[in-house]
């Protein structure tokens, strides 16, 4: 059985998938939109924007992480 850290990248990245999924069945059309949107976007911006996505998801983890 996996153990450790290898499991809780597995759990996490597995968690994404589901989200994800659920998004795209539960509401198609804004995903449609969403992405749209985001194809419109200079390289400048979505890097920006995945750069921050990244600080405020290892924020959320430290906290998780380091809550009573």
């Given at each position: 059985?996996?153990?450790?850290?290898?499991?809780?990248?597995?759990?996490?990245?597995?968690?994404?998938?589901?989200?994800?999924?659920?998004?795209?069945?539960?509401?198609?059309?804004?995903?449609?939109?969403?992405?749209?949107?985001?194809?419109?976007?200079?390289p400048?911006?979505?890097?920006?924007?995945?750069?921050?996505?990244?600080?405020?998801?290892?924020?959320?983890?430290?906290?998780?992480?380091?809550?009573?």
């Amino acid at each position: 059985m996996i153990d450790g850290p290898l499991r809780d990248l597995g759990l996490a990245l597995a968690l994404i998938l589901v989200i994800e999924g659920l998004l795209y069945a539960l509401f198609p059309g804004a995903m449609h939109r969403l992405m749209t949107l985001a194809l419109s976007q200079p390289p400048g911006i979505m890097r920006w924007m995945g750069l921050a996505a990244a600080a405020l998801g290892v924020a959320l983890v430290w906290l998780v992480q380091h809550l009573p």
